[in-house]
């Protein structure tokens, strides 16, 4: 085994989650040395799945805890997928939202400023800080809180340029518009929907599928196109610039619905549930992915119909 001294350091924060664990698929090969962060007691399974990896239990709310960590690893590249990543859920759950998402942020790059490292730092945002428009959006555009999960991406936006500008730390942006994909929790519609295909087929639950807004368009993208970007982005963003993580396509949430149902391997019924309508939803959200396939390379690879059956076949496993 290579002396770790030797071998640079990449810290991903929010490992255990839906993108976290994606990531580390992707890096495992990379031939550097990946220490991954979770909180304590969550994400234990995860962590089993990845024995070649170092793993360290951290609460990101913790200041000083946050300081002694970055100051041991030194890493040369962070990847800071730790936060609240669900819109719906925030209206709820306003003051963890806000908690998680902004102060983590903060106290990461704090903890890089004091021990005066430079690293590479990729912090996601959100397709959802933008104002709504009924065309692509570019980088440019206008942002608005348009809900509290809006509200600390926008502030982690901000935290996350002034560190750049001011503190001389390399922290990219990247804005990523829906992304979908295996191991993502089932309070997300496609994850949802594939998930009672799953136990429907096993005859666990009725033949009903219980839905909200079914109209709302979305750029989706396959998780494991999103990371890549990721990567892409701690490799050749631009210090200070936020990227749109985006196919440039948007499809119907009923789209998603009926690739899904055109898997199942039973007759299911589609039912619109008011309780599942979100109080302030965006009728279009769709990206220019121009900028990062000017500055990376980078585009969306994975079809949209290979994406809807390899959540179904993962949800078809877990349950």
Same mark, same amino acid.
């Given at each position: 085994?290579?002396?770790?001294?030797?071998?640079?350091?990449?810290?991903?924060?929010?490992?255990?989650?839906?993108?976290?664990?994606?990531?580390?698929?992707?890096?495992?090969?990379?031939?550097?040395?990946?220490?991954?962060?979770?909180?304590?007691?969550?994400?234990?399974?995860?962590?089993?799945?990845?024995?070649?990896?170092?793993?360290?239990?951290?609460?990101?709310?913790?200041?000083?805890?946050?300081?002694?960590?970055?100051?041991?690893?030194?890493?040369?590249?962070?990847?800071?997928?730790?936060?609240?990543?669900?819109?719906?859920?925030?209206?709820?759950?306003?003051?963890?939202?806000?908690?998680?998402?902004?102060?983590?942020?903060?106290?990461?790059?704090?903890?890089?400023?004091?021990?005066?490292?430079?690293?590479?730092?990729?912090?996601?945002?959100?397709?959802?800080?933008?104002?709504?428009?009924?065309?692509?959006?570019?980088?440019?555009?206008?942002?608005?809180?348009?809900?509290?999960?809006?509200?600390?991406?926008?502030?982690?936006?901000?935290?996350?340029?002034?560190?750049?500008?001011?503190?001389?730390?390399? !922290?990219?942006?990247? $804005? +990523?518009?829906?992304?979908? =994909?295996?191991?993502?929790? /089932?309070?997300?519609?496609? *994850? &949802?929907? #594939?998930?009672?295909?799953?136990?429907?087929?096993?005859?666990?639950?009725?033949?009903?599928?219980?839905?909200?807004?079914?109209?709302?368009?979305?750029?989706?993208?396959?998780?494991?196109?999103? !990371?890549?970007?990721? $990567? +892409?982005?701690?490799?050749? =963003?631009?210090?200070?610039? /936020?990227?749109?993580?985006? *196919? &440039?396509? #948007?499809?119907?949430?009923?789209?998603?619905?009926?690739?899904?149902?055109?898997?199942?391997?039973?007759?299911?019924?589609?039912?619109?549930?008011?309780?599942?309508?979100?109080?302030?939803?965006?009728?279009?959200?769709?990206?220019?992915?121009?900028?990062?396939?000017?500055?990376?390379?980078?585009?969306?690879?994975?079809?949209?119909?290979?994406?809807?059956?390899?959540?179904?076949?993962?949800?078809?496993?877990?349950?």
């Amino acid at each position: 085994m290579p002396d770790v001294s030797d071998t640079p350091t990449v810290l991903v924060t929010g490992a255990a989650g839906f993108a976290g664990s994606h990531l580390l698929d992707l890096l495992a090969g990379d031939g550097v040395r990946v220490v991954a962060l979770r909180r304590p007691g969550v994400g234990a399974e995860v962590q089993a799945r990845y024995p070649g990896i170092e793993w360290l239990e951290i609460e990101l709310l913790d200041r000083d805890a946050v300081r002694r960590t970055l100051a041991d690893l030194q890493p040369r590249v962070v990847y800071h997928l730790a936060g609240s990543p669900h819109v719906g859920q925030s209206w709820k759950h306003a003051t963890d939202t806000l908690s998680i998402n902004v102060m983590s942020t903060h106290h990461l790059l704090e903890g890089l400023r004091l021990a005066h490292l430079h690293s590479r730092v990729v912090v996601p945002s959100s397709a959802y800080v933008y104002r709504p428009a009924d065309r692509a959006l570019g980088e440019d555009d206008p942002v608005e809180s348009t809900s509290p999960y809006a509200i600390s991406k926008i502030a982690t936006e901000l935290a996350a340029r002034k560190a750049s500008a001011r503190d001389g730390i390399p !922290v990219v942006i990247a $804005r +990523a518009f829906n992304h979908i =994909g295996p191991r993502q929790d /089932a309070s997300f519609f496609a *994850s &949802g929907v #594939a998930r009672q295909i799953a136990l429907v087929e096993l005859g666990r639950m009725e033949p009903i599928i219980r839905v909200g807004s079914l109209d709302t368009r979305r750029d989706f993208t396959d998780v494991r196109d999103t !990371v890549r970007a990721y $990567r +892409a982005l701690a490799t050749d =963003g631009r210090p200070g610039c /936020a990227y749109n993580v985006c *196919s &440039g396509q #948007a499809y119907a949430v009923r789209d998603l619905l009926d690739g899904l149902v055109a898997h199942s391997r039973v007759p299911v019924e589609v039912r619109q549930d008011p309780d599942r309508f979100r109080p302030n939803d965006t009728p279009l959200l769709l990206g220019d992915h121009s900028r990062i396939t000017r500055d990376t390379g980078w585009v969306a690879i994975v079809p949209l119909h290979q994406t809807l059956r390899d959540l179904l076949d993962h949800w078809r496993q877990q349950v």
